[in-house]
């Protein structure tokens, strides 16, 4: 069966880098879109990232651009999330996502047919 398995998550300071990682298996995303979501404690789950299946177009939120990095690697089916100059404000748990078959970068949750377990990240003061 399809799983989107995330890894890298954990604490670190202000100003710190984070990279995560998302392993996909049970079937290729290479004409997918792939992104990432976060979800902070009573909020509702947000948009953080996209790549398409090409990796020529990515898309970004408003609160991340210039921080974060998204790339993906199609022969390995994975994606990535490079995360610099980490706020308090980015902790939440971080989910990856796939689409079905797209050529579109979406970011909107119900555009995402596959979602991982989720990935705690802690940004501390």
């Known amino acids: 069966h399809v799983q989107l398995v995330e890894a890298g998550g954990g604490l670190v300071q202000v100003g710190g880098s984070l990279r995560l990682s998302c392993a996909a298996s049970g079937r290729t995303f290479i004409r997918s879109a792939m992104g990432w979501f976060r979800q902070a404690p009573g909020k509702e789950r947000e948009f953080v990232a996209v790549?398409?299946?090409?990796?020529?177009?990515?898309n970004y939120a408003d609160s991340v651009k210039g921080r974060f990095t998204i790339s993906r690697d199609n022969l390995k089916n994975t994606v990535s999330l490079q995360m610099n100059s980490l706020k308090p404000e980015d902790t939440a748990v971080y989910y990856c996502?796939?689409?079905?078959?797209?050529?579109?970068?979406?970011?909107?949750?119900?555009?995402?047919?596959?979602w991982g377990q989720g990935t705690q990240v802690t940004v501390s003061s």
């Open positions: 996502a796939a689409t079905g078959i797209t050529p579109r970068a979406p970011n909107r949750v119900a555009e995402y047919d596959y």
């Open positions: 790549s398409s299946w090409t990796g020529i177009s990515t």
